[in-house]
């Protein structure tokens, strides 16, 4: 089954590091375009980057300089890397794929993928 799996979340004091991973598993045919997003308490979920397979990156504008998206292809993995952490970057961080594979069926799968999410609290 294709699935997505976040890990490195946690409590970090404000000016802090923490590097996120987001592992791909399953059938997989093709890993395209990855991305982090993230939901704050009482907020929508938004857009933090994404990757595409030729490494070719985007940020918001409230992560650019502090933030860095990267991929292992080899690996299937994605990670982010955040550091100088404020107390705003607190939110449930989720990682997304655009994935082309097979399911437990067999079956032919294609679409947008997401993890089940990972806590980044900062604290001030």
């Known amino acids: 089954q294709v699935q997505l799996v976040e890990s490195g979340g946690g409590l970090v004091q404000a000016g802090g590091s923490l590097r996120l991973s987001c592992a791909a598993s399953g059938r997989l045919i093709q890993l395209n375009t990855m991305g982090w997003y993230r939901q704050a308490p009482g907020k929508g979920r938004e857009l933090v980057a994404t990757?595409?397979?030729?490494?070719?990156?985007n940020y918001a504008n409230s992560v650019k300089g502090r933030f860095t998206i990267s991929r292992d292809n080899a690996k299937k993995t994605m990670y982010l890397t955040m550091n100088t952490l404020n107390p705003e970057d607190t939110a449930v961080y989720y990682c997304?794929?655009?994935?082309?594979?097979?399911?437990?069926?067999?079956?032919?799968?294609?679409?947008?993928?997401w993890g089940q999410g990972t806590q980044v609290t900062v604290s001030s």
């Open positions: 990757i595409t397979r030729d490494d070719i990156s």
């Open positions: 997304n794929a655009d994935i082309v594979g097979y399911n437990y069926n067999d079956e032919y799968v294609a679409g947008i993928y």
